[in-house]
């Protein structure tokens, strides 16, 4: 049965292997090109930071720019970089989310490892496991690249326990969205849930970076799932908020909830 369990999982990995070299590929260019831009920023943070001064503070809030924006490296990947990061992963994990058990649903393809002496139940769990997998290696592979993409190009480079806490949290992050997409997948057909996860991501997004600033109330804030992981607090403690096991309880409930709507749903429909 262990046997089983691994070959499947090993088999899944190696599907997502184009995903992860073409994940890595274009956030390692865009590091290098953040790590540029901020080398070039950097020579002008005294007149640039006059200009910030003059902003209202809930403008700077909303885009995460503080005073010392462009002399910490930090600061900088906080408020440029890890704001289009964590809503291009999330996105990318309902995808991922969605296309592990409602892509095969929609195409059939799921009746070929039902049949293969493996349970609904394992078949889901799997699935969950390789995600979390694949998830944890892109945003390895990411982060290592982007400290040496700033050591190199920048002359600085941010901590290493800002870039821990950064890229757990990210993955984080993205496994609740993708616990999202696998539940979205087993009840709903496959565009419908692949718009459902991603209108969530957006909306969430925006809730949280823009809801400030456009006067929503506190308490909807709150229901933002990126409020669980706040880039304002990492930028200013470059460490986890403790919120974060909002984020990784809701993931266990859903996937738990998702295996069990699996388990029952009809696949010869």
């Known amino acids: 049965m262990k046997q089983r369990h691994l070959s499947f999982m090993t088999q899944q990995l190696g599907r997502n292997r184009k995903s992860i070299l073409s994940w890595s590929i274009i956030w390692t ?107 944890m290696v892109m945003n390895l592979v990411v982060g290592i690249t982007l400290l040496i993409s700033f050591n190199l190009f920048s002359g600085s480079e941010p901590s290493l326990s800002y870039m821990v806490s950064t890229f757990i949290g990210a993955a984080t992050v993205f496994i609740t969205f993708a616990a999202i997409g696998l539940i979205a997948g087993v009840k709903m057909e496959k565009s419908h849930a692949l718009a459902f996860g991603s209108a969530i ?16 109330p506190a308490w909807l804030q709150k229901c933002s ?27 266990l409930l859903l996937i738990i909830a998702g295996a069990f709507i699996f388990r029952r749903k009809n696949l010869y429909l």
Do not use: C, W
């Open 225 to 251: 799932l990126y409020y669980y992981f706040d880039t304002t607090h990492l930028r200013d403690f470059y460490s986890l908020d403790a919120r974060i096991f909002v984020l990784i309880g809701l993931s």
């Open 29 to 135: 260019l865009l590091g290098l090109l953040f790590a540029a831009v901020f080398k070039t920023m950097s020579a002008t943070a005294e007149q640039s930071a006059r200009i910030y001064e003059a902003l209202p503070p809930a403008v700077l809030k909303a885009v995460n720019i503080s005073t010392d924006y462009l002399t910490k490296p930090e600061n900088f990947l906080s408020g440029q970089f890890l704001t289009i990061y964590l809503l291009a992963g999330s996105i990318f994990a309902v995808i991922l989310g969605v296309n592990a058990i409602g892509g095969k649903v929609h195409d059939k393809t799921i009746l070929n490892y039902v049949t293969k002496r493996l349970s609904r139940m394992s078949i889901f769990l799997l699935q969950a496991a390789v995600i979390l997998v694949t998830l």
């Open 201 to 216: 991501a957006i909306i969430s997004f925006f809730v949280n970076g823009l809801g400030a600033l456009a006067g929503v």
